[in-house]
Structures are given as structure tokens and as C-alpha cells.
């Protein structure tokens, strides 16, 4: 018979600190994963939907949809649009 804990926070056994979570937490489809803070993920972080603020992402990222314009992306090449109409005639 499966437990149910019914709490309103949790601490470390200090108080002091967070939990650690060793075999990791699951969300049921449809549920919200609110933070009030900071999140740091350490290793590969797999997300459906990401809806952030102030994101700092060191590594990788590997999206199939990026809503917005783009407009304060840094470090990412550009193709000028001469240089993109000649790819499209290329390609054919």
C-alpha cells in the first residue's frame, strides 16, 4: 500500500539546507514544478515545456522550439541575408 506524506516544507536534518532527493522526484503529466529561487542542475536535464526568466545555461542545449525573437542571444553565428538567399538558391 503506497504511503502519503503531507507536509509544507522540507530541510535538511540541520534545517539549514535542502533535501537530497537520491533516486530523483517525478511530476505527474500536467502538474507545475514552481521555485521560488535559484535552480542548479548538475548532469543532462530532460523538460517538455520551460517556461524561465534570467536562464544561465553553461553546456549544451538542445531545443526543438525557442519562443521569442532572439533579439539578446550572444555567442551565436549569423548568416547575412545575401549570404541566406544564396544558400536558398543553392539548395534549390
Not at 534545517?15 to 542548479?40: D, H, K
Not at 544561465?56 to 551565436?76: E, I, K, R
Amino acid at each position: 500500500m503506497p504511503s502519503q506524506i503531507r507536509v509544507d516544507s522540507i530541510t535538511d536534518t540541520l534545517g539549514t539546507g535542502p533535501v537530497t532527493l537520491g533516486y530523483g522526484a517525478s511530476l505527474p503529466s500536467g502538474s507545475v514544478f514552481n521555485v521560488q529561487g535559484n535552480i542548479n542542475i548538475s548532469g543532462v536535464a530532460t523538460v517538455g515545456l520551460l517556461t524561465a526568466s534570467n536562464v544561465n545555461v553553461v553546456g549544451v542545449v538542445t531545443a526543438t522550439l525557442f519562443v521569442g525573437d532572439g533579439s539578446q542571444l550572444q555567442g551565436v553565428p549569423t548568416v547575412s541575408s545575401s549570404k541566406s538567399i544564396a544558400l536558398a538558391i543553392i539548395g534549390g
